[in-house]
């Protein structure tokens, strides 16, 4: 059981450039979540979706989009890196709005 | 605006001791409120969840209870061991959208053998 699918696990960008974090859940969950954390803080809220074709802004969406053609599937889309998206980025999911999350493993950015 | 604090950032405890670790908001118009275990280079795990209804959850050593009214929850961990070293963090759902949470910074928990 793969459970959440973070890729790549590390990245290093140019200032300008762009990529996409990809995230895979094979649990069938209705929700999706992309946080970030930045050293010695708490994770913060980017994007999330409640559904195929549904997504919505979180606390920090500035500079990212989402999309999630697929239930599986909630890539996050960075345009324009910049050093201040420096910061571990996590995946999460689950089953209904309050039940609990599950993380991926994370993918590690640095934008110099 | 919610705010989740935990106090301290730190804690180290020789193996054995139980140990209580401490998680506040300043909102109390919570849906939900979890704990969460992070070991370095990991992503995160959920060890309990407590809804706003609730005021306390168990899973073996573990007990978590959630005062709502003073903008408080606690994580107690009994007879520590030293593979419960890691950063344990709380996250509050608001009441309108359960699952956008607010977290904390974290506790970083150290058991020595």
């Known amino acids: 059981n793969a459970g959440v699918t973070q890729t790549p696990k590390f990245r290093i960008l140019k200032i300008g450039q762009s990529m996409t974090l990809q995230c895979a859940q094979d649990m069938n969950h209705n929700y999706m979540y992309w946080y970030r954390q930045d050293p010695g803080m708490g994770l913060k809220l980017i994007y999330y979706?409640?559904?195929?074709?549904?997504?919505d802004k979180g606390e920090v969406p500035n500079g990212y989009n989402v999309s999630r053609s697929t239930t599986e599937d909630f890539p996050l889309r960075l345009e324009l890196a910049a050093p201040s998206q420096t910061s571990v980025y996590f995946c999460?999911?689950?089953?209904?709005?309050?039940?609990?999350?599950?993380f991926g493993s994370g993918t590690q950015l640095s934008v110099l | 605006k919610q705010e989740v604090t935990q106090i301290p950032a730190a804690l180290s405890v020789p193996e054995g001791e139980n140990l209580v670790l401490n998680c506040s908001f300043t909102?109390?118009?919570?849906?939900?409120l979890q704990w969460f275990r992070q070991d370095p280079g990991k992503g995160l795990t959920s060890l309990l969840l407590i809804q706003s209804s609730q005021r306390e959850q168990t899973s073996g050593r573990l007990n978590a209870s959630l005062d709502k009214s003073s903008g408080r929850s606690t994580l107690y961990i009994a007879a520590s061991q030293p593979g419960d070293s890691a950063t344990y963090l709380c996250?509050?759902?608001?009441?309108?959208?359960?699952?956008?949470?607010?977290f904390g910074g974290g506790t970083r928990l150290m058991v020595k053998p």
């Open positions: 999460a999911s689950s089953r209904d709005y309050n039940e609990k999350l599950f």
């Open positions: 979706s409640v559904g195929a074709g549904i997504t």
């Open positions: 996250a509050v759902g608001p009441r309108n959208a359960g699952n956008m949470l607010t």
């Open positions: 909102d109390s118009a919570i849906y939900n």
